[in-house]
């Protein structure tokens, strides 16, 4: 969980980068998850307060939402390493696809078109993958904020395309993974 920053309460045992004391903690807390939700796909579950963020970020959205309450108290925790670089966005080029490749959207089984290193074209309109997640996803398979992480729910060739990623970033080509996977 080295690149997850948890923004929420907690009785687990988590480094804290910093803290936001405030009588409407509760609050603040669901603000800074719907911001980060509406502006972006950093959220790993929808169900849970993990987020593909830097901590410094993290923190200067807290100190936004807390300079409009009387009561907030922000406490930094020096003794912290710095924050790691954060994962970029997610290119099809991460992953060896290129304009006119075909990957699928797999909650309904839909074919879309690559059409450059971060669109796909489906019916004449061009979508990012989260986009095409929102506008696409099953009803039963929606989550509150509408946001999704974009490569989660697609394939090329029968494999995830966050999966495919992650075996690239580990410095394995896919090609390397099945073979040594078995599958």
């Not at 080029?93 to 839909?110: C, K, N, Q, S, Y």
Request: charged share 30%.
């Amino acid at each position: 969980m080295e690149d997850w920053v948890k923004i929420g309460k907690s009785s687990s045992p988590f480094q804290i980068y910093a803290t936001l004391k405030t009588s409407k903690y509760s609050e603040v807390e669901k603000l800074i998850h719907n911001t980060i939700d509406r502006l972006s796909d950093l959220r790993i579950r929808q169900n849970r307060e993990f987020f593909n963020i830097p901590p410094s970020d993290a923190l200067e959205i807290m100190r936004g939402f807390a300079s409009l309450l009387d009561d907030a108290e922000i406490t930094v925790y020096n003794d912290n390493p710095p924050a790691p670089a954060p994962r970029p966005n997610f290119k099809f080029h991460m992953i060896g696809l290129r304009a006119g490749d075909f990957v699928t959207f797999d909650p309904l089984g839909i074919e879309v078109k690559v059409a450059s290193d971060d669109r796909v074209e489906y019916e004449d309109r061009l979508y990012s993958l989260s986009s095409f997640a929102g506008n696409f996803m099953p009803e039963e398979r929606q989550n509150k904020s509408g946001s999704y992480q974009g490569p989660l729910y697609f394939s090329y060739k029968g494999k995830n395309l966050l999966k495919l990623r992650n075996e690239m970033d580990s410095g394995n080509s896919p090609a390397e993974s099945e073979e040594t996977s078995g599958d």
